[in-house]
T-cell receptor, first 115, second 110 residues
């Protein structure tokens, strides 16, 4: 049981490039989400999904796209990378909806640097 | 927007000392979670508190949920170097996504 798997672990992009951060979970969780973590800013929600075909914006969605075609996968796309998107990105999932008291299961993060 | 304020932001103590970390909000939450994050890893859940006034113990860690369900505290007794990490509180309210505080970075020195 791998849990939440994120790839790649590290990535360096030039300004203007695009890329996709991958996230997969094997726990059959309905809810999946993407956070970014910056020093002194805590975890900020980018986008989330309550099931296949359903996505919604979080606190900081600008510059990012998501889609949820399967229960297992929730990729995060950077359309045109900017230095302000330098951060550590975490994918997280949980069974049921966000109002449940179940734990969020996090991946180990993708460290992205945009030069 | 619901906000969770954590204090202190940084804490450096000697092994064996006690400490308390706070998580405060002006909003009411149906429940509150505490996570610990170690370098290079994602946060891992420590506990969920759901009832106002609830106290939960996890070995040397004691978690309390305020009577009004707006605040919480984490007390560590006789801290060990293995307690070093980033402690995050997260509030749950209805079906909206979790709201995280900015965290308290704890360093326990031998």
């Amino acid at each position: 049981n791998a849990g939440v798997t994120q790839t790649p672990k590290f990535q360096v992009l030039k300004t203007g490039q695009s890329m996709t951060l991958q996230c997969a979970q094997d726990m059959n969780h309905e809810y999946m989400s993407w956070y970014r973590q910056d020093p002194g800013m805590g975890l900020r929600l980018i986008h989330y999904s309550v099931g296949a075909g359903i996505t919604d914006q979080g606190e900081v969605p600008n510059g990012y796209n998501v889609s949820r075609s399967t229960t297992e996968d929730f990729p995060l796309r950077l359309l045109s990378a900017a230095p302000s998107q330098t951060s550590v990105y975490f994918c997280a999932s949980l069974p049921g909806g966000p109002g449940y008291n179940s734990p969020l299961h996090f991946g180990n993060g993708t460290r992205l640097t945009v030069t | 927007t619901q906000l969770l304020e954590q204090s202190p932001q940084f804490l450096s103590i000697q092994e064996g000392e006690n400490l308390t970390v706070y998580c405060n909000s002006s909003s009411v939450f149906s429940s509150l979670q505490w996570y610990r994050q170690e370098p290079g890893e994602g946060p891992v859940l420590l506990v969920t508190v759901v009832t106002g006034g609830e106290v939960k113990k996890l070995k040397r860690l004691t978690f309390q949920f305020g009577d009004a369900r707006k605040d919480s505290s984490l007390h560590i007794t006789a801290a060990q170097t293995g307690d070093t990490g980033l402690y995050l509180c997260a509030g749950i309210s209805g079906n909206t996504p979790l709201v995280f505080g900015k965290g308290t970075r704890l360093s326990v020195i031998a």
